[in-house]
C-alpha cells in the first residue's frame, strides 16, 4: 500500500513562489510513475506535471516554464516547485503514484492519491 501526504501549500500573491512536496510511503515498485493534479471549484481535474522513475517528465501547457517536477534521490519525496504564480493557479492540489510505467507521462488513471494541499493565489 502506498501513502501519499501533500505539503507546502498556501496563500501567495501573483508573480510568487511557492514549493509543494509530496511524502510517499509503501513500496517504490508501486510507485514509479508520480504525478501533480489540481481541481479547481467547479472544473474538473487536470494533470499538471508527471514524473517517470527514469527521470523523464511533462508539463501542462498553462505550467510550462513556472512549474518544475522533481524527486528526491530516494525518491520518497515529490516535489512541485512554482513560480511566477497566477490567479488561475488557485486550485487543490493532488500527488498522486502508480505502478504502471507504461504511458506513465500521458496517464490519469492513477492507483494512489493523496489528500490534496490548497493553493491560493491572488492578484
Known amino acids: 500500500q502506498v501513502q501519499l501526504v501533500e505539503s507546502g501549500g498556501g496563500s501567495v500573491q501573483a508573480g510568487g513562489s511557492l514549493r509543494l512536496s509530496c511524502a510517499a510511503s509503501?513500496?517504490?515498485?508501486?510507485?514509479?510513475?508520480m504525478g501533480w493534479f489540481r481541481q479547481a471549484p467547479g472544473k474538473e481535474r487536470e494533470g499538471v506535471a508527471r514524473?517517470?522513475?527514469?527521470?523523464?517528465?511533462t508539463y501542462a501547457d498553462s505550467v510550462k516554464g513556472r512549474f518544475t517536477i522533481s524527486q528526491d534521490g530516494a525518491k520518497n519525496t515529490l516535489y512541485l516547485q512554482m513560480n511566477s504564480l497566477k490567479s488561475e493557479d488557485t486550485a487543490m492540489y493532488y500527488c498522486?503514484?502508480?505502478?504502471?510505467?507504461?504511458?506513465?507521462?500521458?496517464?490519469?488513471?492513477?492507483?494512489?492519491w493523496g489528500q490534496g494541499t490548497q493553493v491560493t493565489v491572488s492578484s
Open positions: 498522486a503514484a502508480d505502478w504502471r510505467i507504461v504511458r506513465c507521462l500521458a496517464r490519469t488513471n492513477f492507483d494512489y
Open positions: 509503501g513500496s517504490t515498485s508501486s510507485r514509479v510513475c
Open positions: 514524473i517517470a522513475s527514469d527521470g523523464r517528465t
